[in-house]
């Protein structure tokens, strides 16, 4: 498929066709299965959580400068020592062989193509070095903390060698939450998909399905340790030279204690409203988090990122950058590479543009006067 110019294609039939992110997503529901989709799309509890960011995101309002010089406008940024062609990167997520055959190889190829970060997930179903040889980008490594530590051993082994550039624990997930979609469905991961970095012993849960209940949840119960405290960093700080980054945290407490604990990032995160329903949305939390680090460690942004202006409003409210996740894989399901590249372009380009409309044509020109929010004192301008 060729790269949108203009953000405009041709459809069968000569009409022009603008492909916005909805458009893939439509396209990807009606290709994936039901189960599958549900499996991607749904969310924990009542799924208050599914809109909840995206509310809170639309709440912000930019405010833009005029009479700056805007001719060229530039939004590269660094990241934890990676160079990105905009302050954009994807979420971990598992099991991209769900939405296309080739999976995370096909995800490394776009995210390189374009110049942003890839968060690889621990249950990717391609191998960490098949990914690695396909990205032209940094990648980095997300794990959930195991029963076995031998197993994150081995993987962060692994990333290590093949180049990844750090490693993201999720902290918000002792246990998956009960996600009404999956156990309706029944859900189980399909025959021919796998978490191929973990054996098929440790897996072996994901696998089996059972009527009225999730077998992601399933595995969650039996191979995550629910144990762990903020004492337990120092294992996995001691196990690696790559810098740690915890994904998951929503509050200004927690986001102390990541600091003190030496932690060098912070992704402010819903997990796309997968685990706690009814809690506050990760939007609504970044400018509290901001606070609290005070400068201490980097803060990413991830959740019901849709539009070039939402990372817009993300820098202004302090983030060094922002994650984008299901789009991506809608991406995929539409075209493989190539959707998912196009994905991400549609963002850039976006943000490139808002730049330009709000005066700022660096991302060091964004800050908390750029955005106001009603009744939301904290996002006021200063």
């Not at 973990?198 to 399933?218: F, I, K, N, P, T």
């Not at 700080?237 to 407490?253: D, I, N, Q, Y």
Request: hydrophobic share 45%; glycine share 10%; proline share 4%.
């Amino acid at each position: 498929m060729d790269r949108l110019t203009d953000r405009d294609r041709r459809t069968e039939n000569g009409e022009n066709e603008v492909l916005r992110l909805h458009t893939y997503e439509a396209a990807a529901r009606e290709r994936l299965p039901g189960p599958v989709w549900d499996f991607l799309a749904g969310g924990s509890g009542t799924e208050s959580m599914l809109t909840a960011g995206r509310e809170a995101l639309d709440r912000i309002r930019l405010r833009p400068r005029c009479l700056v010089d805007v001719s060229r406008c530039d939004p590269r940024t660094d990241l934890l020592g990676a160079r990105l062609a905009a302050p954009l990167g994807i979420a971990p997520m598992a099991y991209h062989r769900l939405a296309h055959p080739e999976g995370e190889v096909a995800t490394a190829r776009a995210a390189g193509d374009v110049g942003a970060l890839l968060t690889v997930s621990m249950f990717a179903s391609r191998t960490l070095e098949d990914i690695a040889a396909e990205a032209g980008g940094p990648l980095w490594l997300q794990l959930y903390w195991l029963r076995r530590r031998d197993l994150m051993l081995d993987l962060i082994r692994r990333a290590e060698a093949a180049g990844y550039r750090a490693l993201v624990l999720t902290v918000d997930a002792p246990r998956v939450a009960y996600r009404p979609r999956d156990a309706a469905n029944g859900f189980a991961v399909p025959p021919g998909i796998r978490a191929v970095n973990l054996s098929q012993e440790v897996m072996a849960a994901s696998h089996g399905s059972r009527d009225g209940e999730s077998a992601v949840a399933r595995h969650s119960r039996e191979q995550f340790d629910a144990s762990i405290t903020w004492e337990d960093l120092a294992w996995l700080r001691g196990a690696t030279s790559l810098p740690v980054v915890l994904k998951g945290v929503l509050t200004g407490e927690d986001a102390r204690l990541a600091v003190e604990h030496g932690v060098a990032g912070v992704i402010v995160s819903n997990h796309g409203g997968r685990q706690l329903d009814f809690a506050r949305s990760a939007p609504e939390c970044l400018a509290e988090v901001v606070d609290a680090v005070d400068g201490g460690c980097r803060v990413i942004l991830d959740g019901s990122i849709r539009h070039g202006a939402d990372l817009a409003k993300a820098l202004c409210l302090g983030a060094d950058a922002v994650l984008i996740g299901r789009p991506v894989l809608w991406g995929l399901a539409h075209s493989g590479a190539e959707g998912a590249a196009e994905v991400l372009r549609l963002i850039v380009e976006e943000f490139e543009e808002t730049m330009a409309l709000m005066g700022a044509p660096t991302v060091a020109g964004f800050g908390r006067a750029g955005v106001t929010s009603p009744g939301c004192d904290h996002l006021s301008a200063r």
